[in-house]
């Protein structure tokens, strides 16, 4: 059975459920799931999880992001990207070094309203469904992070008169941030494109196309491509087991003493060095969080 992590460079146009059940098909596999949400208009970086290594989908999806985005000023729209409709036009005068004063108020840990096309739940319905029917609900706002945020140098694609560079928590709509320096600049503004190039550690350089996956798939190739689960966890130090005994007890999820470990998250390899689980060692034993070898 296939199990692995593939980071599919997202083409325009597909939702995230789409590339999922896309390669559902093509692995012949139920359990797949996804780490982000991408918008439809949205490309780049989805880390797909397959098989047993859907169990790491939460560790991934709660990853700082990293985006590349069209800022388009003077247009309003009730989706706050220019798929949506229009709602307002305004003419703009706006200088570079005035968009780049006004990124500072935005960046650092904010709040956002999270717009009515979006899949955020209230009182058990999709903000989404509801705006199809023309209807607005009142929505809290949402404490998120943003980490970076700048005007990148160079002419701006058509259709945008600025690309940022965004790099933010989970949780943080994009489309919300262009929407609100809009209207910090006095113009309104709204997304104008949006590619994501990072994402739980992964980059555009770690990503395939869905043609090359199937391509793959074809030549009876495809689980070449799946990366192994614990590369979502590059960044977490490694703890090698050095008896079968310890290995049996992470194996049975028991803890294990481990007083010569710093207290922290660890990887955990058996002696053969098969990933067994990510761990956490805490006043000198090492229990496991998640659990990650073929049962």
Same mark, same amino acid.
């Given at each position: 059975?296939?199990?692995?992590?593939?980071?599919?460079?997202?083409?325009?146009?597909?939702?995230?459920?789409?590339?999922?059940?896309?390669?559902?098909?093509?692995?012949?596999?139920?359990?797949?799931?996804?780490?982000?949400?991408?918008?439809?208009?949205?490309?780049?970086?989805?880390?797909?999880?397959?098989?047993?290594?859907?169990?790491?989908?939460?560790?991934?999806?709660?990853?700082?992001?990293?985006?590349?985005?069209?800022?388009?000023? $003077?247009?309003?729209?009730?989706?706050?990207?220019?798929? =949506?409709?229009?709602? /307002?036009? !305004? +003419?703009?005068? %706006? *200088?570079?070094?005035?968009?780049?004063?006004?990124?500072?108020?935005?960046?650092?840990?904010?709040?956002?309203?999270?717009?009515?096309?979006?899949?955020?739940?209230?009182? $058990?319905?999709?903000?989404?469904?509801?705006?199809?029917? =023309?209807?607005?609900? /009142?929505? !809290? +706002?949402?404490? %998120? *992070?943003?980490?970076?945020?700048?005007?990148?140098?160079?002419?701006?694609?058509?259709?945008?008169?600025?690309?940022?560079?965004?790099?933010?928590?989970?949780?943080?709509?994009?489309?919300?941030?262009?929407?609100?320096?809009?209207?910090?600049?006095?113009?309104?503004?709204?997304?104008?494109?949006?590619?994501?190039?990072?994402?739980?550690?992964?980059?555009?350089?770690?990503?395939?196309?869905?043609?090359?996956?199937?391509?793959?798939?074809?030549?009876?190739?495809?689980?070449?491509?799946?990366?192994?689960?614990?590369?979502?966890?590059?960044?977490?130090?490694?703890?090698?087991?050095?008896?079968?005994?310890?290995?049996?007890?992470?194996?049975?999820?028991?803890?294990?003493?481990?007083?010569?470990?710093?207290?922290?998250?660890?990887?955990?390899?058996?002696?053969?060095?098969?990933?067994?689980?990510?761990?956490?060692?805490?006043?000198?034993?090492?229990?496991?969080?998640?659990?990650?070898?073929?049962?």
């Amino acid at each position: 059975m296939a199990s692995g992590i593939i980071i599919i460079d997202k083409p325009a146009g597909w939702t995230s459920m789409d590339v999922c059940a896309k390669l559902r098909g093509m692995f012949h596999e139920k359990r797949v799931g996804h780490a982000g949400t991408l918008d439809p208009m949205a490309t780049g970086v989805l880390p797909v999880f397959i098989g047993r290594a859907t169990r790491a989908v939460e560790f991934a999806a709660d990853s700082d992001k990293e985006y590349i985005a069209g800022l388009k000023l $003077g247009v309003v729209t009730n989706t706050q990207d220019t798929t =949506g409709e229009v709602l /307002e036009e !305004r +003419p703009v005068d %706006v *200088t570079r070094n005035q968009v780049r004063a006004a990124l500072a108020q935005f960046t650092g840990a904010i709040e956002q309203i999270p717009p009515m096309y979006s899949a955020v739940k209230i009182n $058990g319905k999709k903000l989404y469904e509801l705006a199809r029917k =023309g209807r607005e609900v /009142e929505r !809290r +706002p949402r404490p %998120v *992070t943003i980490r970076s945020l700048e005007v990148l140098d160079g002419a701006a694609p058509e259709g945008s008169d600025f690309v940022l560079r965004v790099v933010c928590s989970k949780g943080t709509y994009v489309r919300t941030l262009c929407h609100d320096i809009g209207q910090a600049l006095g113009c309104g503004g709204c997304m104008s494109s949006l590619r994501r190039v990072k994402a739980a550690g992964f980059t555009p350089e770690d990503s395939v196309t869905l043609e090359a996956v199937q391509a793959a798939v074809d030549r009876g190739e495809g689980e070449s491509l799946l990366l192994p689960v614990d590369a979502c966890f590059a960044g977490v130090p490694v703890l090698v087991l050095k008896t079968a005994g310890a290995e049996k007890k992470i194996r049975n999820g028991a803890p294990l003493s481990a007083r010569d470990v710093p207290d922290g998250e660890y990887r955990v390899y058996g002696m053969d060095k098969t990933f067994l689980a990510l761990g956490r060692a805490a006043d000198g034993k090492l229990s496991t969080v998640k659990s990650f070898f073929e049962v």
